[in-house]
């Protein structure tokens, strides 16, 4: 008997869920609700539950309810069946690509480049100019060179470059200055020339000093002296000495 009011709770659960699986899982939590309110409360008198006993029997009624429900559920699930795809059966517009990364290209070449090599400078003493002079005796020539660098380039723009040689063209000339030592040669003070003081020479005349004496005449003259005076003379006063024989004012001009 017992065998028999298991199997038919489960045909109604089976039947429910199948026929109606709201009606079917409001009936399953209501009972499992009942089982555990009887459980707590020792009894629902109301319903002919009078102890926990007869709650772990609605709560075995419920467990039959949803064991007949699930078993009747999984025979009517349609089989699932899962095909294998392959990489080939996959749609070509779905297909997921990945774009092919496209290699960048690096390349080498070699590049000479021309630069000026600046030329020194020196200097000598030279005995042969005077001290405190100089002069450039060697112009100063610059030089040039020739860098050969190994250039790196990735998709066409360089990145770097090395330099792998290195050859002088042309080789620089030094600037040479020579700086004078010789001693200047001081050149000796003229003789001072005796000077006819002031007073010794008469005032009637220029240019000349003539003598103030008893007579006095043209050096290299005719006259007989005892004075003598180089000329010419020019007269500003009176001509005592009758040196301007002329009268053009200038004494002893022959």
Known sequence: MTALVILGVMVLGGVLARITPVLWALILLAAIGL?????????????SLRSRTSGLLVLGAAALLLIGGGAANGATRPATVTAAVTPSATP???AA?????TPVPTTFETVDVVTAIPFERSTVDDPERDLGTTAIVTAGVEGSKVTTYRVTKVDGKEIGRTAVKETVTVA??????????REQQVAAPAPLVAQEPA????????????????????????????????????????????????????????
Do not use: H, M, W
């Open 199 to 254: 007073g010794q020479c008469d005032p009637n005349y220029a240019d000349a000093c003539v003598p103030i004496a008893s007579d006095v005449d043209c050096a290299g003259g005719s006259g007989n002296g005892p004075a003598y005076v180089q000329g010419p003379v020019r007269v500003v006063g009176t001509d005592i000495y009758d040196l301007d024989r002329d009268g053009d004012g200038i004494g002893c001009d022959k």
């Open 97 to 101: 690509t990945t774009p092919t990364p």
């Open 35 to 47: 089982a555990v309110y009887v459980f707590i409360r020792g009894g629902a008198p109301r319903l």
């Open 92 to 94: 070509q517009a779905f």
């Open 172 to 181: 620089p000339i030094t600037e040479v200055t020579a700086n004078g030592t």
